[in-house]
């Protein structure tokens, strides 16, 4: 994840089990390109499949949604 450009990464978990991630990238589709070719994504991504709520189960991983900022503080 770091190799790929990727900082302050957290992931949060709601008492429902949603997950909601949220991390900092100067260009993400360069690091979604670099994390896409590592050995250990499919890896991390099947542990963490069992977490994952998808409509298409199809999928390895999980489904992206971007959000819109609404507030921000320095």
């Not at 790929?4 to 089990?17: E, L, M, Q, S, V």
């Not at 909601?20 to 991504?45: L, Q, T, Y």
Request: hydrophobic residues 35%.
């Amino acid at each position: 994840i770091k190799k790929a450009g990727f900082k302050n990464y957290t992931i949060f978990a709601r008492k429902d089990g949603m997950l909601f991630a949220c991390w900092e990238h100067d260009n993400v589709e360069e690091g979604f390109k670099i994390m896409n070719s590592s050995e250990v994504r499919p890896k991390w991504e099947e542990y963490m499949d069992q977490f994952f709520v998808k409509e298409d189960k199809s999928i390895m991983g999980p489904e992206y949604e971007e959000l819109r900022e609404v507030w921000h503080l320095d």
